[in-house]
């Protein structure tokens, strides 16, 4: 009831087909139960995320001035810095405390869905202050993509649909690596001002690592704000609403929060793994059946990304009401 389960998915890279389907079971199992649960024995390395992190530190560091050259809010494709206050995950809430560096899949000028000007489409912005910055970053994409499709593939096991449909719908996603740094709480200033409000993702599956400062809540069945802690080595991974209603409903998006700590700065860094734009997000083979019949209607992962932008961005508020 109050303890997220913690999987091994190392059997998922050895190749044993009863293997996969025991890991597949325990996924299917959390993801029905929890929509959230923590993974151990994935390939990332500690040296990468420590490298990683050392990265998030210099770049917050920097003057704000230069963190502004890349404003998320001026991106036409929602790449860059955000700074503190531009992101409202509870609207009951005040913007979140946190300042972000989000980047996507890499499209250059040349590539057509960037000359159809696709809202999502685009270059990523790296700062150029910090040498190896971009190199570092486009390599991490790459791996935790992989990671992403290799849980897909056990979750498409569990689902008992062809083994590569998540493969084919995740080519040139519209996926997001993250970097989050959280500000001490001021308790003297603003004391009901959170991390991260409490919200639902909006993608399919959401890989989070965090430090070691603390602070992550989840919720539980009974509705009660559970701590989601630091375990060294691990993922918090978590279904997005996108994969709730693709899965009928089958999978749950978790409503989860940040409360930051007090006295220290806390670091994570999220994987938002979202399709191809054109997906076609309707009930999957293996979710519905007669007495189960699709309670949604078919969307497309862009539309759906689109309309969920429109409620955390009050930028993105503004700039729709100029244009309506
Ligand atoms: N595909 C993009 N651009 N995703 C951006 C990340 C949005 C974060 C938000 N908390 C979420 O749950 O998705
Ligand atoms: O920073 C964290 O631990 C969680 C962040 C989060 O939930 C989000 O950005 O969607
Ligand atoms: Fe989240």
């Not at 490298?51 to 502004?68: I, T, V, Y």
């Not at 008992?160 to 970097?179: K, T």
């Amino acid at each position: 009831m109050n303890q997220l389960p913690i999987i091994d998915i190392s059997p998922l890279y050895s190749g044993h087909e009863h293997a996969h389907l025991e890991v597949a079971r325990q996924i299917d199992s959390a993801c029905r139960e929890w929509g959230f649960f923590y993974i151990e024995g994935h390939p990332i390395s500690a040296a990468r995320v420590a490298k990683l992190s050392d990265h998030a530190r210099r770049f917050f560091a920097l003057p704000a001035e230069q963190k502004l050259e890349i404003d998320i809010t001026r991106s036409r494709h929602h790449r860059g810095y955000g700074a503190i206050a531009t992101e409202q995950l509870d609207p009951q809430q005040p913007a979140d405390l946190k300042e972000t560096f989000d980047m996507g899949f890499h499209m250059s000028a040349e590539h057509p869905d960037v000359l159809a000007g696709k809202p999502l489409r685009g270059p990523n912005r790296h700062p150029p202050q910090i040498p190896g910055w971009a190199e570092l970053m486009e390599g991490h994409y790459r791996d935790m993509h992989d990671l992403a499709s290799t849980l897909l593939r056990a979750i498409a096991l569990a689902l008992g649909i062809e083994r590569d449909f998540f493969d084919r719908c995740f080519a040139e996603p519209i996926s997001v690596f993250r970097m989050i740094h959280y500000p001490p709480r001021l308790t003297a200033t603003r004391p009901d001002q959170q991390g991260a409000g409490a919200h639902t993702d909006y993608g399919c599956i959401t890989l989070l690592h965090q430090d070691q400062a603390g602070g992550l809540q989840v919720q539980n069945v009974r509705g009660e704000w559970i701590d989601a802690p630091p375990i060294e080595g691990t993922f918090v991974v978590n279904i997005g609403d996108m994969m709730a209603r693709w899965s009928n409903d089958r999978y749950k998006s978790t409503p989860h929060r940040v409360i930051s700590p007090l006295g220290v700065d806390r670091y994570s860094m999220p994987f938002f793994a979202e399709p191809h734009p054109d997906t076609v997000i309707s009930c999957l083979p293996g979710c519905h059946d007669a007495s189960n019949p699709p309670k949604y209607p078919a969307t497309t992962c862009e539309a759906y990304m689109l309309s969920r932008f429109a409620e955390t961005y009050a930028y993105r508020r503004e700039a729709d009401a100029k244009a309506t």
